[in-house]
């Protein structure tokens, strides 16, 4: 139960890229569920990937897939995006979240229960 701290957003041109980092205030241990989420005004809040820190499985929304990577940085202190080929459509307020596992999985979205204040992400066409 730490705080979460997004950082990285700003403004890009379409095919650019940023890099996200979410730092907790204390370690992130093994057996936790980290995520990054993405809401635009009008739209859905959506999961656009996920890491399992017990099995290290990662998961990515098929409109991220092949462009965004999610991981680990500082010595498990945080967990970063790297946005690659970004497209207008990417353009949200992006926010890391945590949670424990639910049967072993890391995929329910309720599961979610930390989050961070959230970073923008512009993408100009």
Request: hydrophobic share 30%; proline share 0%; charged share 20%.
């Given at each position: 139960?730490?705080?979460?701290?997004?950082?990285?957003?700003?403004?890009?041109?379409?095919?650019?890229?940023?890099?996200?980092?979410?730092?907790?205030?204390?370690?992130?241990?093994?057996?936790?569920?980290?995520?990054?989420?993405?809401q635009a005004p009008g739209k859905q809040r959506l999961r656009v990937a996920r890491i399992d820190t017990l099995d290290r499985t990662l998961a990515y929304d098929a409109s991220v897939?092949?462009?965004?990577?999610?991981?680990?940085?500082?010595?498990?202190?945080?967990?970063?995006?790297?946005?690659?080929?970004l497209k207008p459509e990417d353009t949200a307020m992006y926010y890391c979240a945590a949670g424990r596992p639910h049967d072993g999985t890391c995929q329910p979205h309720w599961l979610y229960r930390s989050w961070g204040r959230g970073t923008q992400v512009t993408v100009d066409s």
């Open positions: 139960e730490g705080e979460l701290m997004e950082s990285g957003g700003g403004s890009v041109q379409a095919g650019g890229s940023l890099r996200l980092s979410c730092v907790a205030s204390g370690d992130i241990d093994s057996g936790r569920c980290m995520a990054w989420f993405r897939n092949g462009r965004f990577t999610i991981g680990q940085d500082n010595g498990n202190h945080s967990i970063f995006l790297q946005m690659d080929r």
